[in-house]
């Protein structure tokens, strides 16, 4: 399976913006870009995902560079809810439709 | 609601034991998944099941048992052969490539 590559943390201050960097250098063409956020003890939830274009949704948005080796995820403006670990994951098109998780960005929200 | 339901929120096992994690959805999907999570890791699949009465081993199966007699429900089994059970356990759904639903987890712990 590719590997994704993150920071381990970063740090924001409420209402200025998130990116969130990832590498995928050894991605294949069919493998989607999802991202996933875990907030403390909870389960993560879906933030949004894409193959090739760059994707808005009310969450976040979602840069995928033109060689598809790296994205980013962007929030748009940080609230002390967004306070998360977020995932960065690699979904192949196969048909056993697992996620492979890594260890994540902690990022830290200042108010 | 709708949803997914892990229970209980926390579990104690005492050595030699089997202890059985409940997941239940009413989000009609068809496949199940259940991940285990290591303090400050990211989440290691454990068993996954695309249909009832059929499920697949993950990445780490030893120790643990699964079933799959109704859509509704896979419960996970940590039996005693699993030496270092302490962690926090989360189910999810999915419906084919689309994104997957995370419950709230159980923690388990060793007295």
């Known amino acids: 399976d590719a590997k994704t590559t993150q920071p381990n943390s970063m740090e924001s201050n409420e209402e200025e913006p998130v990116h969130l960097p990832c590498n995928h250098s050894?991605?294949?063409?069919?493998?989607?870009i999802h991202w996933y956020r875990q907030l403390p003890s909870q389960g993560p939830e879906y933030v949004i995902h894409?193959?090739?274009s760059n994707v808005n949704n009310r969450m976040a948005s979602l840069a995928i560079a033109e060689d598809r080796k790296s994205s980013t995820l962007i929030l748009h403006r940080a609230t002390l809810r967004d306070a998360a670990v977020y995932y960065c994951?690699?979904?192949?098109?196969?048909?056993?439709?697992?996620?492979?998780f890594g260890a994540g960005t902690t990022v830290t929200v200042r108010a | 609601d709708g949803g997914i339901t892990q229970s209980p929120k926390y579990l104690f096992r005492k050595e030699g034991q089997n202890v059985t994690l409940s997941c239940e959805q009413n989000?009609?999907?068809?496949?199940m998944y259940w991940y285990r999570q290591d303090p400050g890791q990211g989440l290691r699949l454990i068993y996954y099941?695309?249909?009832?009465?059929?499920?697949q081993k993950g990445d780490i199966a030893e120790g643990y048992s699964v079933s799959r007699e109704k859509k509704e429900s896979f419960p996970l089994t940590v039996t005693s052969a699993q030496k270092n059970p302490t962690a926090f356990y989360l189910c999810?759904?999915?419906?084919?490539?689309?994104?997957?639903?995370f419950g709230a987890g159980t923690r388990l712990s060793v007295l």
């Open positions: 994951i690699l979904r192949p098109l196969s048909n056993d439709y697992k996620l492979s």
């Open positions: 894409g193959l090739t």
């Open positions: 999810a759904t999915g419906q084919g490539q689309n994104i997957q639903y």
């Open positions: 989000l009609n999907h068809d496949a």
């Open positions: 050894t991605i294949s063409g069919t493998d989607y």
């Open positions: 099941s695309q249909i009832v009465n059929d499920f």
